[in-house]
């Protein structure tokens, strides 16, 4: 049952006031008990989590972790930091841990941000960059999209006297668009180094060789950038709230002084260790996340539906021509247990983004889509 509205006005700060908290995608479980369908018959392509789930060296990673529950875990994170590094080619102390890499996103916002700075950031960029910078008061310069990815070059410009952060996110979730090695690299060049920039590389793994930023070289050059990684999305592990930086040791330190204590959990910790090392699971993540595009992508070009190619594990796909079809398709959908993600928040509600899942989950959205769209497609 749904709770009366709160009202938080006698207690917010004025900033704090104007946010509008992040809403996750629909959860299954929800979804059954509102329609009274069975969860098992439920398709969820809302979130961009991984359909084949976790490694099993992971899974086993926890299992084995769980003991170690009354103890707070390594605040340090010694051995995963360790290995990251290596993972990396850098030194530990150029890693730092999140909760997620929300919680990474979130850190640089607390770290930088203040009533008297501006952010820089993408039209459609990821929803988590204008909740960090609300909440520290600080102003927002939104630079528009170009088509529907980011347009470095005017980011670089809009570049004040008072703007401390960018975020770039590469690929851009919900849009999947990516920006190249090169571009990154003239951006960089072009932003001035007291400006810190957040490299958002979320969906990384499921990128082709040759679509890659070499970040880490970008890095070595940039000691005002931040590379934020994740194990939410090819490795699994949204759940357990797991993500990391890599940064200079002295913006890696300033990024610790806003990190709550113990933010990374035990499991969390054993997981990531054990799913760093089962490149057999990363490689099936992204081989049928690569199978799951061209399938979804080719299925909306058939049925003459407009869709942005996508880089990412997820496509937005455009599902009709006035600003209520969004959210129209989506119910409707979901009346077929197919759980899409409307994104109207981002100023999309003629679009719904669907995450890429197994051969046969895409096929279900596709058919319900079809479904769906009846005698027009
Ligand atoms: C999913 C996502 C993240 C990371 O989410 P976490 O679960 O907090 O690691 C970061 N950036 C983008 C663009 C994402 O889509």
């Not at 909760?99 to 459609?124: E, H, K």
């Not at 003239?186 to 679509?211: G, H, I, M, N, Q």
């Not at 940064?247 to 933010?263: D, I, K, Q, S, Y």
Request: hydrophobic share 45%; glycine share 8%.
């Amino acid at each position: 049952m749904a709770s009366a509205p709160v009202t938080t006005a006698r207690w917010g700060s004025p900033h704090v006031l104007q946010i509008s908290p992040y809403v996750g995608g629909k959860p299954i479980s929800e979804l059954a008990r509102e329609l009274g369908l069975d969860p098992a018959g439920i398709v969820k392509l809302a979130s961009n989590e991984n359909p084949l789930g976790m490694s099993p060296a992971a899974r086993a990673a926890v299992i084995d972790a769980l003991g170690d529950t009354p103890r707070y875990p390594d605040n340090d994170a010694w051995t995963l930091r360790q290995t990251l590094g290596r993972h990396l080619d850098v030194p530990a102390d150029w890693i730092v841990l999140g909760a997620g890499s929300s919680d990474i996103l979130d850190m640089a916002a607390r770290a930088v941000l203040g009533p008297d700075a501006s952010c820089v950031y993408s039209q459609y960029g990821f929803l988590v960059y204008p909740l960090s910078v609300q909440k520290m008061g600080a102003r927002h310069i939104v630079v528009p999209a170009r088509d529907h990815g980011h347009d470095l070059a005017a980011m670089a410009a809009a570049v004040r006297d008072d703007t401390r952060l960018i975020y770039v996110a590469n690929p851009n979730n919900p849009t999947g668009t990516l920006a190249s090695h090169d571009a990154i690299a003239a951006f960089l060049a072009a932003v001035p180094e007291r400006v810190v920039v957040v490299l958002d590389e979320a969906y990384v793994e499921y990128l082709e060789p040759e679509d890659r930023t070499d970040a880490i070289a970008l890095l070595r050059r940039h000691p005002n950038l931040i590379v934020s990684r994740t194990f939410s999305k090819a490795y699994g592990l949204a759940g357990l709230r797991i993500g990391y930086c890599a940064a200079h040791p002295e913006m890696a330190a300033l990024l610790n002084r806003v990190r709550a204590a113990f933010n990374a959990g035990s499991m969390a910790q054993a997981a990531a260790l054990a799913a760093l090392g089962d490149t057999e699971f990363l490689r099936r993540s992204h081989d049928l996340n690569r199978a799951g595009l061209a399938q979804l992508q080719s299925a909306f070009a058939a049925m003459g539906l407009e869709y942005v190619p996508s880089k990412g594990n997820f496509v937005l796909v455009r599902v009709g021509d006035d600003d209520a079809a969004g959210a129209r398709v989506d119910s409707a959908l979901l009346r077929q247990g197919v759980i899409a993600r409307p994104v109207a928040n981002y100023g999309l509600s003629r679009w719904l983004r669907v995450s890429v899942g197994t051969e046969a989950e895409n096929a279900r959205c596709v058919d319900a889509l079809r479904h769906v769209l009846g005698g027009t497609r």
